[in-house]
Structure formats: C-alpha cells, structure tokens
C-alpha cells in the first residue's frame, strides 16, 4: 500500500485518546510499512497533550501537533491534514466511536476516486444529535447542492494532492469546515465517493462540544459567509 497519514483532532480526550492511538496502530500494522499518525491536542486542558507525549516515547510513528489555545474543530482537522506527509491521508475523531477496520472499505476505492467519504448507516448517537445532523446536511444542500449524504462524518480517505489544492481556498475552522472541504473538492472537480459505515459506536468517555451554542453560532456564520464568497467568485469568473 501506499504510504498514509492518520491524522485526528482531539479536545480534552484523556480519557479516549491512549487507547484510540493504539487501536491505530493494531490496524496500521498489518497494512502499511510507512505510515505515521498525528493527534493534534486543540488547546485541552485535561492532559490530552501529555498522554499524546507519552505515546511519541513508546510510538515512533506517532507526532504531536499542538494548539496552544482552542481554535476550534475545523482548525485542528486542517492542521491534522495539512502536517500529513504520506501519500494518502485518512482522518477520523478520536472518540473511538468508528470501527477502524472499516477503513478497508475506503481503500479499496481509494484507485477510483480523488476523496472517500463514509457515512453513518445506523448513526449511533443520541436523537437530538442525529436530528441536528440531518437538519444540517439538509441546508449545506440546500444552498450548495449535494455533496455527501453525511457531511460531517469524521472517516474520510483522500489522496494528500486534495489537500494540496484546497488548503489556501478552505477558510472555515469551525463545524463548518467538513462542508466547506466537500464543497470545494467537488467544485475543484475530484472524484468523490461514499461508502456505508456499519460499525458507528455510542461515545463512552469524555464529552462532545456540537451542541454548545458558541460552536453552533460560529458554524452559521461561517455556512453564509461561505455562500457569499462563493458567489463573489462566481461573479468574477
């Protein structure tokens, strides 16, 4: 296989983080010679980012990115894929609410598209959640039109030439940014392809931040002014 980069936001995951990282790497092994894994601490205040050192001492493979203060969900993803150095690039949270071994549905496709995104089928998590997602997906269609059936599932595969490209035109670092990563690749022209997820878990330590009023405020503001930029652009093409 081609070289790959496992890349994972993390914000106040302790509790999470040591096992997710070496649940990586069970799966990595088997699969890849050259492969490195990036957890980027956004700014935690519970040890995260000691437990993280702690894994660089026993993992070669494993590298710490830093936020020194919370920049928010979109910011720690981009950082992730845009300190990734392998040929492809996975990324996923470090919640451990994915099956990893159902990364082998998205490298089977990887030769046939540009960006692999997987989707929740079932979703498990609670109903207020579910239906914030679907209401969600429902207006990023609305005012862009289709991109992916679950915008914001954190298990995608994409050739690191994605990143390339998008990584001066995505300016969202938010909730949005997941949105405006699909709808830019896709305006960009890449090959995007979905792929059903059995294996979604209910979270079982540490807590979510989506439904905070601030995160839910600023993934808005940045959803409009996307649109706006995106029709400036079309103006001046």
Not at 112 to 127: E, N, T
Not at 163 to 188: H, M, N, P, Q, Y
Not at 190 to 219: C, K, M, N, W, Y
């Amino acid at each position: 296989m081609k070289s790959i980069t496992v890349a994972m936001p993390a914000y106040n995951e302790a509790e999470n983080i040591e096992a997710m990282v070496e649940d990586v790497i069970q799966m990595m092994d088997p699969l890849a010679d050259d492969y490195e894994v990036i957890v980027v601490d956004d700014g935690s205040h519970d040890g995260t980012a000691q437990v993280v050192n702690s894994l660089e001492q026993r993992y070669p493979q494993v590298r710490l990115v830093q936020h020194e203060v919370n920049q928010g969900y979109g910011a720690a993803v981009f950082s992730g894929l845009t300190n990734a150095s392998k040929d492809l690039v996975f990324f996923t949270d470090s919640d451990r609410q994915f099956d990893l071994q159902e990364i082998h549905k998205l490298l089977d496709l990887i030769d046939q598209a540009d960006l692999i995104v997987g989707y929740r089928a079932p979703r498990r998590d609670p109903f207020m959640r579910k239906l914030n997602g679907w209401g969600w997906s429902a207006l990023v269609t609305l005012l862009f039109g289709y991109t992916a059936r679950d915008i914001d599932c954190a298990f995608k595969l994409m050739h690191r030439t994605v990143i390339e490209r998008l990584k001066d035109k995505v300016a969202s670092r938010g909730a949005t940014f997941s949105a405006e990563f699909l709808i830019r690749a896709k305006r960009d022209g890449f090959r995007i392809r979905e792929v059903p997820l059995r294996g979604h878990r209910p979270r079982v330590a540490g807590s979510q931040t989506g439904a905070r009023l601030d995160v839910i405020t600023r993934a808005f503001k940045e959803l409009f002014r996307l649109r706006l930029t995106l029709w400036r652009e079309g103006k001046k093409a």
